[in-house]
Structure formats: structure tokens, C-alpha cells
T-cell receptor, first 112, second 114 residues
Framework: DAMVIQNPRYQVTQFGKPVTLSCSQT?????MYWYQQKSSQAPKLLFH???????NEADTPDNFQSRRPNTSFCFLDIRSPGLGDAAMYLC???????????FGPGTRLLVL | GQQLNQSPQSMFIQEGEDVSMNCTSS?????WLWYKQDPGEGPVLLIA?????ELTSNGRLTAQFGITRKDSFLNISASIPSDVGIYFC??????????????FGKGTLLTVNP
């Protein structure tokens, strides 16, 4: 019955080695978000898709990219992970016209 | 930009006690959301508030959308050990178009002593 699914739940990568995190949803929601959350902090928005329209936050590093091949799937690509990119990455979805966002369980990224 | 002040930062209570936490904003919001986050998991929606003055309950949880649209509180009655976690408030000001962004408070860490 999971509605927002994130894989993997835990990801270990090496410094500078590209990594991709995935998110899928069964809710058929138009809007998908990617957040970064560091320990003891609130989630920080990286970018979001409204249907196929990509919206980047002004302070999101160029190192972070995203793809949304269809309504159900969204990917977060980190081109050259640094130690400071170790964090929990959260995907969230929302239906057009409804303000409520639903979060996935997150992917914990560790950079060695 | 908009800022949310969430208090208290942390609470340590005995099982069975009632709990109250709140958020205040420098700007008005159209929607207030309350989430709970367990360690290693994503935030789970507890209560959504859409109208100023609205008071909504979800089991032992009660939340209100302030009349001024700049504040909200969450109450938990008769706390139990599984209430432990971080509670986040989040406000949303619909800016039209596709830009529905959440502004988060810094969270309230709740510890319940059995």
C-alpha cells in the first residue's frame, strides 16, 4: 500500500562517484518534490516538477540534477558527491489544487 | 523570506501527560500542516489545516489554524511512548501557478518517558 516509494533506502557512494536516487508514486500526483534533510534540521527543497515543468531552487547546487520520465517516477542525480552531500533525501508528491504534500520514507546517502 | 518559529525545540514528558507545541510566522499562510518524523523515516502527515480558525482532531491530536493566519498549534493528549519523534509544522502560501512550496519550522523533538 506504499504510496511514495524511494529506492534504495540506504545508499553508500564514494567521493566524486555519480549516484542516482529514485522515487516512484502510485498516487498519480502532478507535482513531485526532492528535499535534502541533514541531521536535526528541517527538509530543504532542492527542486520540484509540476507535470513536466522543472523548477529549480535558486540555491540548489549544479551538482544536483533531476529527471522525471513519466508521472510516476522521478530521479535525483548527484553528479559528483562531496562529503557535504551526505544526508537524507526525501521525495514528496502533491496533487494539483491540493496543498498537502506526502513524503516517501527517504534515502539515507553516505559519502565515503 | 518567510520564517517559521517553532517552539519548544524539545520536550521531555512522562507517559500520559498532554503536550502542546506551536508555530508562528512573520507572514500569513493559506495552509498549515503538521508532520511527525521518526528516526530514519520520512515525515508523515498528521493534520492539515486549510482555513483560519479551523480546529481539527485526529485521534489524540488536535491542531488549530490561528485566526491571524500567522500561527498554529498542535496538542497531543495522553501521550504514549510511540509519540516519540520530531514534529514539524509547515506553512504554505499558494503563490499561484505551480509554486506550492512548504516553509518548515525547525521541529520539536518529543521524548516520552514510560
Amino acid at each position: 500500500d506504499a504510496m511514495v516509494i524511494q529506492n534504495p533506502r540506504y545508499q553508500v557512494t564514494q567521493f566524486g562517484k555519480p549516484v542516482t536516487l529514485s522515487c516512484s508514486q502510485t498516487l498519480n500526483h502532478n507535482v513531485m518534490y526532492w528535499y535534502q534533510q541533514k541531521s536535526s534540521q528541517a527538509p530543504k527543497l532542492l527542486f520540484h516538477y509540476y507535470d513536466k515543468d522543472f523548477n529549480n531552487e535558486a540555491d540548489t547546487p549544479d551538482n544536483f540534477q533531476s529527471r522525471r520520465p513519466n508521472t510516476s517516477f522521478c530521479f535525483l542525480d548527484i553528479r559528483s558527491p562531496g562529503l557535504g552531500d551526505a544526508a537524507m533525501y526525501l521525495c514528496a508528491t502533491r496533487r494539483r489544487g491540493v496543498e498537502t504534500q506526502y513524503f516517501g520514507p527517504g534515502t539515507r546517502l553516505l559519502v565515503l | 523570506g518567510q520564517q517559521l518559529n517553532q517552539s519548544p525545540q524539545s520536550m521531555f514528558i512522562q507517559e500520559g501527560e498532554d503536550v502542546s507545541m506551536n508555530c508562528t510566522s512573520s507572514s500569513i499562510f493559506n495552509t498549515w500542516l503538521w508532520y511527525k518524523q521518526d528516526p530514519g523515516e520520512g515525515p508523515v502527515l498528521l493534520i492539515a489545516l486549510y482555513k483560519a480558525g479551523e480546529l481539527t482532531s485526529n485521534g489524540r491530536l488536535t491542531a488549530q489554524f490561528g485566526i491571524t493566519r500567522k500561527d498554529s498549534f498542535l496538542n497531543i493528549s495522553a501521550s504514549i511512548p510511540s509519540d516519540v519523534g520530531i514534529y514539524f509544522c509547515a506553512g504554505q502560501l499558494s503563490s499561484g501557478g505551480s509554486n506550492y512550496k512548504l516553509t518548515f519550522g525547525k521541529g520539536t523533538l518529543l521524548t516520552v518517558n514510560p
